[in-house]
């Protein structure tokens, strides 16, 4: 095993957190800014890149950092290690509302392609980098444009994703439609593709987008019931205006009357 053998435990429903349980000298690496608590004797430090161990060099690190950059990722992780002499115990929680799913990469593979921002944490030794897709239609109506992320390794790590989350197991084959902005992850046998959604009514009034997901076996694939661009869309558009009446008003935005001077 090339990866640190963490134990964990997830608390919550909608708005969960992760509890990772340390041996002495192990380490998990996590997202920038998902630290929730830890105990003591376990240092926290922050890194270029995954934290892998690749790229011991200076332009090693960069270039590591450098892949997190462009799929919009922070250029540092953090990890945090348990230096004491007994178990330790560091947690880390979702951003939103949704669910954290655990992955054991050495049952699925050793590789998951998944969305941009899905990664949550992972023990030290998984490589989290880049996955580009190689056709144009993927590229510009996939959803999450031509680069996603791919998790490597024979680890442990945590993805998290809006709303209800559920594991689809495709046969040699089978084919499985999804809106775009709902797939969350996939293993690296899955193809996937972008199909036109058929009917001038349909694609123009359906309020569905123009376009497919299609997923196609062998393969798991991850689906999301609520990512976190349609709930933001949903949120902007229900908020509102400065112009409304006072009386449909929110409590926020009786409070911004209040200090623009309105």
Wanted: contains cysteine.
């Amino acid at each position: 095993m090339n990866n640190h053998e963490i134990d964990f435990k997830i608390y919550g429903d909608d708005m969960q957190f992760v509890e990772v349980e340390l041996d002495p000298q192990e380490t998990v690496v996590a997202e920038a800014g998902s630290f929730m608590m830890m105990e003591d004797d376990i240092h926290m430090e922050t890194i270029f890149g995954d934290g892998s161990g690749d790229g011991g060099n200076l332009m090693g690190k960069l270039f590591s950092a450098g892949k997190r950059v462009i799929t919009g990722e922070s250029l540092f992780m953090t990890t945090f290690t348990n230096t004491g002499m007994g178990k330790k115990h560091v947690s880390f929680a979702s951003p939103y509302p949704g669910k954290i799913i655990p992955m054991d990469l050495s049952e699925l593979g050793g590789k998951i392609i998944c969305q941009k921002d899905a990664f949550l944490a992972a023990a030290k030794g998984v490589q989290v980098g880049i996955e580009f897709q190689r056709k144009m239609g993927v590229g510009f109506f996939g959803g999450e444009g031509f680069i996603m992320q791919k998790l490597e390794g024979d680890g442990m790590c945590f993805v998290h994703a809006g709303g209800t989350i559920t594991r689809k197991e495709l046969l040699p084959g089978q084919t499985l439609r999804v809106d775009t902005g709902c797939l969350v992850a996939m293993t690296s046998n899955v193809q996937y593709n972008i199909e036109f959604v058929k009917g001038i009514k349909t694609a123009m009034f359906g309020g569905e987008g123009l376009f497919f997901a299609t997923l196609k076996g062998p393969g798991s694939v991850w689906i999301q019931s609520l990512p976190f661009s349609r709930l933001a869309s949903r949120v902007f558009a229900a908020a509102p205006s400065r112009g409304g009446s006072k009386d449909e008003g929110s409590l926020a935005k009786g409070i911004f009357d209040m200090f623009s001077g309105d």
